[in-house]
């Protein structure tokens, strides 16, 4: 092989396309144990599941932008998914005030356009503004757009009182002219609907496990949305509208599980007890973290080391131990908060930037105290 062979350079689009890893994880099959609604929807469960974690996040950067429009956009009331598993198209619909339609004026080509078909482009570039959005890096939806065989926007602007159209193809290389209409309507939004591209995945049909996925982040995106946002699945409302109810789908009722439930600024923290090992649901700025990260050791740790402080027998109690009989849930709001990869599953922030930090109450570990955690740990200590 000679040098010229050897040495490649691919515009930025190609280089996706064949390092899919270093964009939207692997396209590869895998099995893993996921968190999915039962089949009478009254529960979330644990099922092993085979899926392409490359065309989860395809999905996902798609849905956390209208989950960011919430907390941008105090217009937005409604959030609409649907997953058509007989053609392989998904929508994302979310209300607001629109995207606005008009020429930008560096680039000079309108503003949608840039913002879904040209890489590199956000507007969260700017570090020493403090963001509680999950998008960072100018990616996001755009890669969706580069998975898909048909990527289309539609938009309407209420301040320009416009409708915006636009349709991609064959994985972002062709676009059509945008159409560009006058619209009355009071209500913006913004809908997109794509078709992603399953021969990048080694696919031919939406999987039945892929869709559990989307159907689940779906909940999640009704957990981490505000209590005025109607958020649908395939037509459905979902009722789980706080964090607190959401976490009822894991654990059961009050009456099936104890536990205990706190908010403080920017954070909202369940905890129970959890018999078969160390257990977390979390979320930072409406992003899955499915690894957990920094955020969630920052509230475990402070309640472990509080639990060995307020533990008046002789045994002394590793932390570790009574992390094992835990199970946590996150949910936190960060301050420009950063990753492990583009894909996003695990927060690596620094506490020091976090913005805040989740205040524990003396009444919130005097009832951490009475969840079982404490004997089981102990029993554990004697054990070993």
Known sequence: MGSSERYKKYTPLEHILKRPDSYIGSVESQESLEWVLSEDKQSIVQELLEYRPGLFKIFDEVLVNAVDQNSQDGLMDTLKVNVNEDDGSVS???TGKGIPIEIHET???HIPEMIFGELLTSSNYNDEEKRTVGGRNGYGAKLTNIYSLKFEIEI???SSKKKYIQTWTNNMRNRTTPKITSCKSAKGYVKITFIPDLSKFEMTTLSKDIVKLFERRTYDACAN???KVNVYYNDN???YKTFEKYIDLYIGNKKNTQRVFDKSHRWEVGICHSPDGFK???FVNGISTSVGGSHVESVSSNITKKMTEMYKGKNVIKQGFLK????IFVKATLENPTFNTQTKVECTSKYSSFGSRFQITEDFMKKVMKLGIIEDALALTKHK
Do not use: C, G, R
């Open 280 to 282: 977390q649901i979390s």
């Open 156 to 158: 309407v602007d209420v």
């Open 225 to 227: 949305t505000t209590d």
């Open 237 to 239: 409302k979902l009722i």
């Open 107 to 109: 680039e000079k080509i």
């Open 92 to 94: 994302i619909y979310n």
């Open 324 to 327: 094992d009989h835990m199970m």
